[in-house]
Protein backbone atom coordinates (compact mmCIF):
# COMPACT_ATOMS: atom_id res chain seq x y z
CA UNK A 1 0.00 0.00 0.00
CA UNK A 2 0.85 3.18 -0.56
CA UNK A 3 2.56 5.08 2.38
CA UNK A 4 1.47 8.65 1.06
CA UNK A 5 -1.88 10.73 0.51
CA UNK A 6 -2.27 12.85 -2.33
CA UNK A 7 -5.60 15.00 -3.41
CA UNK A 8 -6.70 13.54 -6.52
CA UNK A 9 -6.97 15.96 -8.88
CA UNK A 10 -6.23 20.08 -8.60
CA UNK A 11 -6.12 22.70 -11.51
CA UNK A 12 -3.19 25.88 -11.90
CA UNK A 13 -3.29 28.81 -13.71
CA UNK A 14 -0.66 28.97 -16.46
CA UNK A 15 2.32 31.20 -15.34
CA UNK A 16 1.43 30.76 -11.68
CA UNK A 17 2.89 28.62 -9.30
CA UNK A 18 1.76 25.02 -8.52
CA UNK A 19 1.39 23.82 -5.15
CA UNK A 20 1.31 20.21 -4.76
CA UNK A 21 0.84 18.76 -0.97
CA UNK A 22 1.82 15.83 0.12
CA UNK A 23 1.16 13.81 3.66
CA UNK A 24 3.55 11.31 4.65
CA UNK A 25 3.21 10.88 8.33
CA UNK A 26 4.55 7.38 8.95
CA UNK A 27 7.62 7.68 6.64
CA UNK A 28 10.83 6.85 8.64
CA UNK A 29 13.88 8.13 9.13
CA UNK A 30 16.04 6.45 6.38
CA UNK A 31 13.42 7.02 3.93
CA UNK A 32 13.20 9.84 1.32
CA UNK A 33 10.72 11.66 -0.70
CA UNK A 34 10.78 11.36 -4.05
CA UNK A 35 8.52 12.97 -6.87
CA UNK A 36 7.48 11.48 -10.20
CA UNK A 37 5.45 12.53 -12.90
CA UNK A 38 3.85 11.01 -16.19
CA UNK A 39 2.27 12.45 -19.26
CA UNK A 40 -0.51 10.57 -20.38
CA UNK A 41 0.95 7.39 -21.38
CA UNK A 42 5.20 8.02 -20.95
CA UNK A 43 7.21 6.62 -18.61
CA UNK A 44 7.15 7.99 -14.85
CA UNK A 45 9.23 11.13 -15.02
CA UNK A 46 11.40 11.66 -12.21
CA UNK A 47 11.57 15.39 -10.64
CA UNK A 48 13.17 15.48 -7.35
CA UNK A 49 13.78 13.79 -3.82
CA UNK A 50 14.81 15.07 -0.49
CA UNK A 51 15.17 14.01 2.84
CA UNK A 52 14.68 16.57 5.29
CA UNK A 53 16.18 20.01 4.19
CA UNK A 54 14.23 21.53 1.44
CA UNK A 55 15.70 20.88 -2.64
CA UNK A 56 15.74 22.77 -5.27
CA UNK A 57 16.11 21.84 -9.23
CA UNK A 58 15.88 22.70 -12.63
CA UNK A 59 12.48 21.46 -12.52
CA UNK A 60 11.01 21.88 -9.33
CA UNK A 61 11.18 23.21 -5.46
CA UNK A 62 10.38 20.60 -2.85
CA UNK A 63 9.66 22.03 1.28
CA UNK A 64 9.33 19.19 3.47
CA UNK A 65 7.89 20.19 6.92
CA UNK A 66 10.06 20.09 10.20
CA UNK A 67 8.38 16.96 11.37
CA UNK A 68 8.61 14.77 8.01
CA UNK A 69 5.14 13.88 7.99
CA UNK A 70 4.16 16.04 4.85
CA UNK A 71 5.60 18.00 1.69
CA UNK A 72 5.20 19.97 -0.65
CA UNK A 73 6.35 19.61 -4.60
CA UNK A 74 6.16 23.30 -5.86
CA UNK A 75 6.55 24.31 -9.62
CA UNK A 76 7.30 27.78 -9.99
CA UNK A 77 5.40 28.79 -13.19
CA UNK A 78 3.28 26.06 -14.41
CA UNK A 79 3.37 25.66 -18.19
CA UNK A 80 0.30 23.38 -20.30
CA UNK A 81 2.99 20.97 -20.50
CA UNK A 82 3.24 20.35 -16.76
CA UNK A 83 -0.18 18.97 -17.18
CA UNK A 84 0.14 15.70 -15.36
CA UNK A 85 -0.26 12.88 -12.93
CA UNK A 86 2.29 13.51 -10.16
CA UNK A 87 3.28 10.88 -7.70
CA UNK A 88 4.74 11.30 -3.91
CA UNK A 89 6.49 8.51 -3.15
CA UNK A 90 8.04 7.51 0.07
CA UNK A 91 11.36 4.65 0.84
CA UNK A 92 14.69 4.19 -0.54
CA UNK A 93 14.33 4.22 -4.60
CA UNK A 94 17.81 1.88 -5.37
CA UNK A 95 17.18 -1.21 -4.87
CA UNK A 96 13.76 -1.53 -3.73
CA UNK A 97 10.37 -1.11 -5.31
CA UNK A 98 8.77 2.16 -5.58
CA UNK A 99 5.34 2.32 -4.52
CA UNK A 100 3.15 4.55 -6.67
CA UNK A 101 -0.31 5.22 -5.64
CA UNK A 102 -3.07 7.55 -7.58
CA UNK A 103 -0.97 10.52 -7.25
CA UNK A 104 -2.19 13.91 -7.80
CA UNK A 105 -3.62 14.73 -11.70
CA UNK A 106 -2.54 18.64 -12.23
CA UNK A 107 -4.50 20.45 -15.07
CA UNK A 108 -2.79 23.31 -15.98
CA UNK A 109 -5.13 26.00 -17.48
CA UNK A 110 -4.64 28.99 -19.60
CA UNK B 1 17.43 11.85 -20.36
CA UNK B 2 18.48 8.64 -18.68
CA UNK B 3 19.76 6.09 -21.35
CA UNK B 4 17.13 3.52 -20.80
CA UNK B 5 15.80 2.17 -24.23
CA UNK B 6 12.53 -0.54 -24.10
CA UNK B 7 11.96 -2.52 -27.38
CA UNK B 8 9.54 -3.21 -28.74
CA UNK B 9 7.34 -0.50 -28.16
CA UNK B 10 4.08 -2.11 -29.07
CA UNK B 11 3.57 -5.54 -29.55
CA UNK B 12 0.17 -7.27 -30.32
CA UNK B 13 0.35 -11.56 -29.99
CA UNK B 14 -1.73 -14.36 -28.90
CA UNK B 15 -2.38 -15.88 -26.09
CA UNK B 16 -0.41 -19.35 -25.01
CA UNK B 17 2.83 -17.74 -27.01
CA UNK B 18 6.18 -16.76 -25.76
CA UNK B 19 7.01 -12.79 -25.49
CA UNK B 20 10.34 -11.42 -24.37
CA UNK B 21 10.63 -7.91 -23.75
CA UNK B 22 14.23 -5.84 -23.51
CA UNK B 23 15.37 -3.31 -21.68
CA UNK B 24 18.55 -1.55 -22.70
CA UNK B 25 20.63 1.41 -20.92
CA UNK B 26 23.92 2.99 -21.37
CA UNK B 27 24.18 4.13 -17.64
CA UNK B 28 25.99 1.16 -16.59
CA UNK B 29 23.85 1.22 -13.29
CA UNK B 30 23.72 -1.28 -10.94
CA UNK B 31 19.60 -1.62 -10.41
CA UNK B 32 17.39 -3.01 -12.97
CA UNK B 33 13.56 -2.93 -12.64
CA UNK B 34 10.66 -4.04 -14.68
CA UNK B 35 7.13 -2.93 -13.38
CA UNK B 36 3.26 -3.22 -15.02
CA UNK B 37 0.81 -0.38 -15.35
CA UNK B 38 -2.65 -1.08 -15.54
CA UNK B 39 -5.61 0.92 -15.20
CA UNK B 40 -6.58 1.35 -11.16
CA UNK B 41 -3.66 -0.19 -10.05
CA UNK B 42 -0.74 2.27 -10.84
CA UNK B 43 2.43 0.46 -11.33
CA UNK B 44 3.76 -2.60 -9.63
CA UNK B 45 7.18 -4.19 -9.45
CA UNK B 46 7.42 -7.94 -11.50
CA UNK B 47 11.16 -8.44 -11.12
CA UNK B 48 13.90 -6.52 -10.67
CA UNK B 49 17.63 -6.89 -10.73
CA UNK B 50 20.72 -6.31 -8.48
CA UNK B 51 23.48 -7.05 -10.93
CA UNK B 52 24.49 -9.41 -13.63
CA UNK B 53 22.97 -13.10 -13.10
CA UNK B 54 21.38 -11.22 -9.62
CA UNK B 55 17.32 -10.85 -9.71
CA UNK B 56 14.34 -11.17 -7.44
CA UNK B 57 10.54 -11.75 -7.14
CA UNK B 58 8.48 -8.63 -7.01
CA UNK B 59 5.03 -8.26 -5.61
CA UNK B 60 3.62 -9.74 -9.37
CA UNK B 61 6.33 -12.41 -10.64
CA UNK B 62 3.67 -15.00 -11.37
CA UNK B 63 3.82 -15.99 -14.80
CA UNK B 64 7.01 -13.90 -15.82
CA UNK B 65 10.75 -14.46 -15.94
CA UNK B 66 13.53 -12.58 -16.04
CA UNK B 67 17.16 -12.44 -16.99
CA UNK B 68 20.41 -9.93 -16.79
CA UNK B 69 23.20 -11.58 -18.47
CA UNK B 70 25.01 -8.41 -19.15
CA UNK B 71 25.20 -5.04 -17.25
CA UNK B 72 23.37 -2.86 -19.91
CA UNK B 73 20.35 -5.84 -20.68
CA UNK B 74 17.06 -7.21 -18.67
CA UNK B 75 14.86 -9.30 -20.74
CA UNK B 76 11.43 -9.43 -19.21
CA UNK B 77 9.71 -13.22 -20.38
CA UNK B 78 5.77 -13.99 -20.62
CA UNK B 79 6.48 -18.01 -20.87
CA UNK B 80 2.84 -18.54 -22.17
CA UNK B 81 1.20 -14.64 -22.32
CA UNK B 82 -2.49 -14.78 -20.67
CA UNK B 83 -5.03 -12.22 -21.77
CA UNK B 84 -3.86 -11.17 -18.00
CA UNK B 85 -0.75 -10.05 -18.95
CA UNK B 86 -2.09 -6.99 -21.60
CA UNK B 87 -0.28 -4.35 -19.96
CA UNK B 88 2.15 -1.12 -20.45
CA UNK B 89 5.55 -2.24 -18.98
CA UNK B 90 8.02 0.08 -17.70
CA UNK B 91 11.93 -0.68 -17.18
CA UNK B 92 13.70 1.48 -14.60
CA UNK B 93 17.05 2.01 -13.51
CA UNK B 94 18.99 3.21 -10.82
CA UNK B 95 22.56 3.68 -9.65
CA UNK B 96 24.24 1.86 -6.12
CA UNK B 97 25.71 5.14 -4.90
CA UNK B 98 24.09 5.47 -2.11
CA UNK B 99 20.13 3.93 -1.25
CA UNK B 100 18.58 7.62 -1.95
CA UNK B 101 19.48 6.88 -5.66
CA UNK B 102 16.12 8.00 -7.90
CA UNK B 103 14.59 5.28 -10.56
CA UNK B 104 14.47 6.45 -14.18
CA UNK B 105 12.28 5.04 -16.25
CA UNK B 106 11.85 4.22 -20.21
CA UNK B 107 9.27 4.94 -22.20
CA UNK B 108 7.15 1.66 -21.97
CA UNK B 109 6.07 -1.26 -23.71
CA UNK B 110 2.58 -1.65 -24.71
CA UNK B 111 1.82 -5.14 -25.08
CA UNK B 112 -1.20 -6.33 -26.07
CA UNK B 113 -2.44 -10.28 -25.25
CA UNK B 114 -5.21 -11.46 -27.48
Known amino acids: DAKTTQPPSMDCAEGRAANLPCNHS???????VYWYRQIHSQGPQYIIH???NNETNEMASLIITEDRKSSTLILPHATLRDTAVYYC???????????FGGGTRVLVKP | DAGITQSPRHKVTETGTPVTLRCHQT?????MYWYRQDPGHGLRLIHY???????DKGEVSDGYSVSRSKTEDFLLTLESATSSQTSVYFC?????????????FGDGTRLSIL
Open chain 1, 50 to 52: GLK
Open chain 2, 92 to 104: AISSDRGGNQPQH
Open chain 1, 26 to 32: TISGNEY
Open chain 2, 49 to 55: SYGVKDT
Open chain 2, 27 to 31: ENHRY
Open chain 1, 89 to 99: IVGEAAGNKLT
